[in-house]
């Protein structure tokens, strides 16, 4: 084994055992000891319809599904998370209203995204037009999904 592959092997090893004591100390699966989680993250989906509507979601990842929520106007719905070492993490979710529906990802690794949540919590807001994402970094609402028509 050249001593490029050593020493980089080396660095996985010890990466993986810094990380496991952080990760086993909150009695940790066997998937977060193989990809420790790095930073940690807030999604909220918030119904913020101009009507009086109720706004049904349904979000998951690959490993948990977070249930069915119906928020009545200004409920919000949140959840928090540790990105992977894999940089793989990804949510999404279903959303519903009277008249639109959609599916959306909400989380997933881009440093667009990133910049946009402030580096710690994304902000969704689903509004009469459609799913709009709080900007931090400059400190406004920008729309990044229509509502598709009937159910």
């Not at 979601?57 to 959840?79: A, P, Q, T, V, Y």
Request: with cysteine; glycine share 6%.
């Amino acid at each position: 084994m050249s001593n490029i592959k050593q020493f980089l092997l080396a660095i996985y090893i010890s990466l993986v055992l810094t990380c496991e004591d952080r990760v086993v100390a909150r009695s940790a699966t066997m998937r977060d000891i193989i990809g420790p989680k790095i930073s940690e993250w807030q999604v909220m989906v918030v119904n913020g319809l101009a009507t009086s509507e109720t706004l049904f979601i349904h979000c998951k990842s690959k490993e948990d599904d977070l249930g069915e929520h119906n928020l009545r106007l200004g409920d919000r719905f949140s959840w928090n998370f540790g990105e992977n070492m894999l940089h793989s993490t990804l949510f999404w979710c279903y959303l519903s209203k009277d008249d639109g529906h959609m599916n959306v990802e909400v989380f997933w690794d881009d440093v667009i995204l990133f910049h946009r949540c402030g580096w710690k919590k994304c902000v969704w807001t689903a509004k009469t037009d459609g799913l709009y994402l709080w900007n931090f970094a400059n400190g406004e609402d920008l729309l990044l999904e229509k509502w598709e028509a009937g159910w």
